[in-house]
T-cell receptor, first 111, second 115 residues
């Protein structure tokens, strides 16, 4: 089946630093999502980015589907950025669709 | 306002009891999903439903059951056959590819503890 690997598994930053999170996947995909899971467990949609580059404030994401990876950039990090970041691919078959998740990158931002 | 609601937020049960977790959405989405998350892990798919009255097993369906009698509702029952039911359960929905998007949106989750 499709494998999704995220790196690094853990990241510790000082407030104001920039970071890059990586998601590698084993098969060509049509759809990729990035999520932020806050300390209460809520999954917040960051990007739906099958290919190309998107930006939303201090966050941006790039997916290069032909090379099977996606990057999430966080600039000028804040303590509220702390949490777990997941990438997930959409698996499409005759029965429907579902997400395949990586194990996540745990980000800790300190002031 | 539109969204996905899950209830209750915390649930405690004794071993051997069945328990049903609620998931409701008012986004008019056709597809709904149940995922399980264990500490330090990503989410794993339990069941999904593309349309009303139809659902499919995911990767870890054993010990769980679902129904999809209404478009907006997709309850999950954790049965006594589930060997390790303590976990965080998340419900999601999407248009299922209609309108060209497969983007999924998640509810706030239910933390189930079985002792």
């Amino acid at each position: 089946g499709i494998q999704v690997e995220q790196s690094p598994p853990d990241l510790i930053l000082q407030e104001g630093a920039n970071s890059t999170l990586r998601c590698n996947f084993s098969d060509s995909v049509n759809n990729l999502q990035w999520f932020h899971q806050n300390p209460w467990g809520q999954l917040i949609n960051l990007f739906y980015i099958p290919s190309g580059t998107k930006q939303n404030g201090r966050l941006s994401a790039t997916t290069v589907a032909t090379e099977r990876y996606s990057l999430l950039y966080i600039s000028s990090s804040q303590t509220t950025d702390s949490g777990v970041y997941f990438c997930a691919l959409t698996l499409i078959n005759q029965a429907g669709t579902a997400l395949i998740f990586g194990k996540g990158t745990t980000l800790s931002v300190s002031s | 306002d539109g969204g996905i609601t899950q209830s209750p937020k915390y649930l405690f049960r004794k071993e051997g009891q069945n328990v049903t977790l609620s998931c409701e959405q008012n986004l008019n989405h056709d597809a709904m999903y149940w995922y399980r998350q264990d500490p330090g892990q990503g989410l794993r798919l339990i069941y999904y439903s593309q349309i009303v009255n139809d659902f499919q097993k995911g990767d870890i369906a054993e010990g769980y059951s679902v129904s999809r009698e209404k478009k907006e509702s997709f309850p999950l029952t954790v049965t006594s056959a589930q060997k390790n039911p303590t976990a965080f359960y998340l419900c999601a929905s999407s248009t299922g590819g209609l309108e060209g998007s497969y983007e999924q949106y998640f509810g706030p989750g239910t933390r189930l503890t079985v002792t």
